[in-house]
């Protein structure tokens, strides 16, 4: 396979989550702010690179975009067809990247508080009302992401390698404190140098303020 074909796939997958973007902020506000805010986080760096590149972190950001407009369409629409697609792609994702599941665990977190009641995050009807259906679709988008993790740790501990899938975890609290300050600078660079530029930042905050301004 040519190496141009991935580096294709990959550059699709991004350009089709920044689409799914502008789709939902189109429906809530217009077409200015829906095409204003995908453009702007193409100017990134960070997207720059890895969108071109052969590593999975861009294709399963993309695929969780995607996840997410699906879902936005089940909360206002109610089709299933909207949530079946939305666990295929949060699957998808996370079996790329684990932190691209991130989505997935935000309406995980969601489901949980509304079927214990916690929270009603609707005041007509609830959320989900498949019953056992929902239950059994994330529990095997969950069981799926947790299955392939497990296997990839397993398979490396075993051929002492990373080959399969970068599986090991470094939690904060077994870090002494210089070790937490290189992560916190490490991460502070990244966020205001490399994710976007400081000026882009700002301006960034500022439209998202205005919108909010605006919205009201």
């Known amino acids: 396979v040519h190496e141009f074909i991935p580096r294709l796939v990959n550059v699709l997958l991004v350009f089709f989550g920044f689409f799914s973007v502008f789709k939902i902020v189109y429906k809530q506000t217009d077409a200015f702010w829906g095409i204003l805010l995908p453009l702007f986080f193409f100017t990134s760096p960070v997207v720059a690179f890895y969108s071109i590149s052969f590593l999975p972190d861009s294709a399963a950001f993309g695929l969780a975009l995607m996840g997410f407009f699906c879902f936005n369409n089940f ?26 599941a991130m989505i997935f665990a935000a309406i995980l977190m969601i489901f949980i508080l509304e079927k214990t009641r916690v929270v009603s995050f609707r005041t007509d009807k609830k959320i989900f009302n498949g019953g056992i259906k929902d239950y059994l679709l994330f529990a095997v988008t969950l069981t799926g992401i947790a299955a392939w993790y497990f296997w990839a740790a397993q398979y490396n501990q075993t051929h002492d390698s990373s080959h399969i899938s970068e599986s090991s975890i470094f939690p904060i609290w077994v870090m ?8 916190i600078k490490e991460v502070y660079e990244i966020i205001w140098y490399q994710l976007l530029s400081p000026h882009s930042t700002f301006l960034f905050l500022f439209l998202f303020i205005a919108l909010i301004f605006l919205k009201g």
Do not use: H
């Open 75 to 100: 909360f206002k629409s109610q089709k299933y067809k909207w949530l079946y697609m939305f666990m295929f792609l949060s699957l998808m994702a996370g079996l790329l990247k684990a932190t691209s």
């Open 176 to 183: 002494n404190a210089d070790e937490m300050l290189d992560v």
